[in-house]
Each structure stands twice: as structure tokens, then as C-alpha cells.
């Protein structure tokens, strides 16, 4: 049996106060039509309901609309203290004080002399009101209600009463059904009389009967006439009578629901409760009296059951008591994280065993969502957080044990990825951190087919021992709890290139070859440059270059510079002149008897800035003479007179050729 906690039974006892205190007005009546003495229908009123009914103003309307006979009243002269007359007529037989009274005229009878006489209760003798019917004024009785209750007519078990019944919510037809059986009937003559609706005690009239009146009966009972009024009755008389009972209303409580049992616990019935009969969900068991409490068990889960507890009694069943609710759900099983991005978060869940109605989803910090199938994206989260969702199964507010699951979400990609201070070996890379929140970084530097990875907590990082003129690929990816990555962000650079070496020019009359070697470009600008102006450019990515198309004997300069991305390195520079074509049909084009001025046509395509050599000599006269001019002419002078101009080969005398 379940165990009830201190908080539990406080919320018994308080739900109980208020059902009977609600209940307290309430009440059912009973017509029992076999004749019994007035004792004897009390003692069945007492073992079967409650007492003989104790009449109002409010319920004699009721109870007299199809009566066609007398009936017991819970009314008797001498019912609580002595006969000598001084608290006749005081209670009732439930104990409720006589406030109200309906005598038909001429009762009840006293035995005393003559004279005005009151009740005991605290009533007024000065009203003549009820001397004559023709002159009484009442007012009408509005009806009262009372809840329905079921008809019952089994009272086998008593001897001496073959039926009792419920008129609550009987017809006339009824009534009329149930007095045709009775001999006993009001006089004919005699008119009905009318109920006061006020409750104070109305006078009794004590009529002028002799002390030797031998209709007086010293210990009389009190019977109804089918329209309401009082008489009074030897008590050994046989009469139908009417019984209460007051309306049992109560609720079942439940505790300790689990998703397989549930303890229940109930109110005693009133009287003598034979059993007890426990519906659930129209499965019908009995239990004994004296049982309150019972445990429930092999519920389904998640499943909404109706309880009635019925008190029996007398074979009469009771007003229920009655309970709705729901077992508590299972719990959903297997759950898992199928899906994260950086704002979201896939579950997925079985379904549990029993019932339910649908899934609630709690995500830590409050949020709440809901869910019919087995599975839900859990959105609008903060990247990079850290987040514990669990799942109930809930049916009716009944919500099952939590299944909780804590994962993170992605963390965002980072912002403004660059790179600066480029050097032959080495560069730093900075970014700025993503929304969110993140753990760390994880930087991947690749180049020439070699990665390396390194995690770091700042927003910038030295890669070093990089090789010369090299592309390099960075990558770098937030982190979150040290293994959950976000998008990765990537970047390429270059270390900067060493300057070539080992430039070489060859050249030729109108052309020049330029080759060189490399530590790490992977392209140049190579540069052509002729007396100071840019006469060719190019970028190549191989380690020679050929110009053609030059200027013979011309001083050209080759400047080479090595590129790796968008970095250069120091440039390197050479000069080479093209060989020169010799001068042709050289001259004398003047003479005297001491100089002779010779002239030559230049080669084709020659340097504006081309030198030559002139040189003249004499065998004869020892004469061996040089010049240079950047002209096509040129005047030897002192040079001795009638010496030839050519040798004794017939040669000249005279060389002209570029120096």
C-alpha cells in the first residue's frame, strides 16, 4: 500500500472539510409506503439512511405534491425529556431544535385546563392567527434542490418494509401509485392547510378540552397529512413513513501516481456501509467496509482512467465519489543529437511504452516547445553554447520523467581573416573572433603538400619556418569544447622570394639571353633598359629570357626580379652590350699635303651612341695613329706630305672599326 506524505493528508482532510461543508443542505428523501409503528420506522430510517425527516418550510412542498395518505414525521411529544409537558414537541429525532411547526388545527392536544398555552421553543402568544383557516395568512414555498440520486427499491433484507423510495425526482404518476396501496387517507373534509415560510416558531393554540378528554394521548408521535399539516398519532399505529438521508458527496484522492499504480483514499460513507464498490473505468470490484484506501496497479501508462467509489448500504447504493485522472506517462527512450549547426539542434527520441498525448521539449534556460512526433529541430540557439534539452512524454499535464541530453552548438565562422608581415620565412595571420561563443582556434597551414595543424586561444598567430617564395594556404576553424569545429574560413598568401642569382647575358650583334637562377619565385619581371629607358618588360614564370630585334653594339641592362604571389623580391641587375657589325665602304673623302679625311657608312641598326675606332699608320714614316668618334668621319692631320695612302700591297694605310 502506498505511502501517504504529511502534505498529502493536509489536502485530504482540507478537500474533505469543503465537500462537507458544501454538502451540509443537501439532502434525499425516501417514501416508504409499508405500514410500521412510529418506532419502527424510525429504527429503519436510522439503519437504511439517516433518521425520520425533519420538515422545513422549503421541503414540505416537495414532499406533500402526490401524498394521498399519513405519513410518519421524525416528530414525537416526549422524544427527548420528560412527559410532564414542559419539553414536548422540542426536537426533532435528528436533535435539530423545533424552530417550525404546522399543526392542523386542533392539535396537538394538551392535557391541562383551558388557557392560552405556547410551545417550549421561544415563540409569541399573542397571534390569533391560526384560531380559524379562514383567517391564516401564508406565503408559498419556493422549491429546493437536491442532486439526483438513484431510485433504489431493494430493501429485501428488512422484514418488516417491503420498498422504500426515492422521491427526489419522482413523477406524479408515481406518487399516485404508491398511495393507492395505503388505507390510511387524511379526512376528506378536512381542508389542506398552509405552510408558514417563516422560520419562528408559530404559536400553538390550545383548544378547550377538559383534563378528561379522551382523545388526549399522553406520549403522542407526529404524523404529516397529505397536504402538510401535523396531527398527532398513537404511536403503535401502523403508518407509511418518510426517511432522509443527507446527500453523500465527496471526492476520491489520488496520490503517488506512477505510469503502472495510482493510491486512492476515500471518506467513510454515512451510517452503516455494508461495502464498498470500486469502478475503474466500468471494471466493478467490491470491497469490505472497512477498507478507505486502495492501491491501483497495472495501469497503462499515459492512460486516463474514472474512478467512482459507492458507498453501499442496505443494498442502496450511495452517492459516488469520483476521481478522474491520468497514470503518468513513460519515459521516451534513446535519445539523440542527430543534427547541429551552429543555431540548431536535431533530436530524435523512441516512443515510449503505454500513451501519450504529445512530447515537451525544455531547453536550458527556460524555453519550452512541443512536439507530436518523435523527433523536433530545436532552433534560434546561440552558436557556440552549450545547451541540456529534455523530453517528457506528456498526457493531460501529467508529464513523464525527463530524458536529457547536453550537446553544443556549432561555433560561427570567423571574421576578417588577413595576413600581414610577409617575410621570406615566415607571416602573421589575424582574425577577428566569431558571434557566439567558442573554446579555442584550429590553424591549418598547408604548402608544397604539407599541412600543419596547431590549436591557439587568440585572435592571431607567427607562422614561422615557412619555405622561401612559397604559396601558403591558412586555414582557420573556431572550436567549441576542443572538438566540436565550425565552418572554416581559408585564406592564401606567400612567404616572400630570395632575389635570383647567378644572372648571365649573352649577346649577339641584335640580340641578348638572359638566364639566371632561382630561390623560391614562381615567376619573374624581367626588364630590358637602353641608355636609361624601358625598352622591353615581361613576366615569366621560366628562368630565362631572349630579346631580339636589338641594337647592334648597343650597352643594354637586364634587371630581374623574382615573384612569389603578390611579393617581390630584390631585383638584380646586369648590363651586356650587343656585339657590333664592322662599318662599311670606308673613304678618303679629302686630302692635302698634311691631313685627309676619311669617311664610312655605319652598319645597320647601330647604336645612336656606337663608337668607332679610326687608326692610321705609315710603315715608312713610322706613323701608328688611334682616335675614337661616335661620327662617320673623321681628319688625320700632320701627316707628312706625299706619303701614300696604301703600302706596297696596295693596301690603305688607314683602319676604321668600333671601339
Partial sequence: MGKISLQDKVLILLSWALVLMCSAAEQDYFLCPDPVTWHEARTLCQACFKELVTLTPQNIPKLTQNLTSDYWIGLRKNLSCTSNGSMSWSRWANGDPLIFQNWYPGSPRFKSSPKSYCCSCSCSCNSPAMTTLGKTSFTTFTNFTTSDVTN????SSFTDMSSFTDITNQTATDFNLWNATTQNTPPTATPRMPVKEECVPSPTLTPLVPETDVNYIEDSCVAMLSFGAWVEKNCSELLPYICYDDLFLSQINVTN???????????????????????????LTKLPAENLTHDLVNLTAGTGYSVQVIPVKCDRRL??????????????????????TETSVFLTWNKPVGNHGFYLIEVQGGKKITSDTESKEVDSLIP??????????????????????????????????????????????????????????????TYDNITESKVVNQTEMYVTRLPIGTQITLRVTAQTNGTLNGKEVTIVSYTAPGPVSGLN????????????????????????????QEVDTGNITTLMKCFVGLKTAANYTVIVSAFS??????????????????????????????????????????????MYSVTINSSFWDINRSSTTNDIRYKFVGLKSGTSCRDQGNRPVYVVHFD
Fill in 152 to 155: 433504489t427499491t431493494d430493501m
Fill in 257 to 283: 501516481k506512477t505510469s503502472e499504480s495510482a493510491f486512492l483514499t476515500w471518506l467513510p460513507g454515512p451510517g452503516n456501509i455494508s461495502h464498498y464498490l470500486l469502478k475503474v473505468n466500468g471494471s
Fill in 319 to 340: 452517492n459516488p465519489q469520483m476521481v478522474t485522472f491520468y497514470t503518468k506517462p513513460n519515459k521516451v527512450g534513446n535519445l539523440s543529437v542527430t543534427n547541429v
Fill in 384 to 445: 557556440g553554447s552549450l545547451y541540456t534539452f529534455t523530453v517528457h512524454s506528456v498526457v493531460n499535464d501529467t508529464w513523464s520523467e525527463g530524458y536529457n541530453i547536453s550537446t553544443y552548438t556549432k561555433p560561427g565562422r570567423v571574421l576578417q581573416l588577413r595576413v600581414s608581415d610577409n617575410t621570406q620565412n615566415s607571416l602573421l595571420l589575424r582574425w577577428s573572433p566569431p558571434e557566439g561563443n567558442f573554446t579555442g582556434f584550429l590553424v591549418n597551414v
Fill in 505 to 532: 647575358l649573352v649577346s649577339s650583334h641584335s640580340s641578348l639571353t638572359a638566364t639566371w637562377t632561382s630561390t623560391g619565385g614562381n615567376s619573374f619581371i624581367i626588364k630590358l633598359y637602353l641608355d636609361g
Fill in 565 to 610: 604571389g603578390n611579393l617581390s623580391s630584390m631585383p638584380v641587375t646586369s648590363s651586356c652590350f650587343t656585339k657590333p657589325l664592322p662599318p662599311t665602304n670606308a673613304r678618303a673623302i679629302d686630302s692635302n699635303t698634311n691631313q685627309i679625311t676619311i669617311q664610312w657608312d655605319a652598319p645597320e641598326n647601330v647604336s645612336t651612341t656606337a
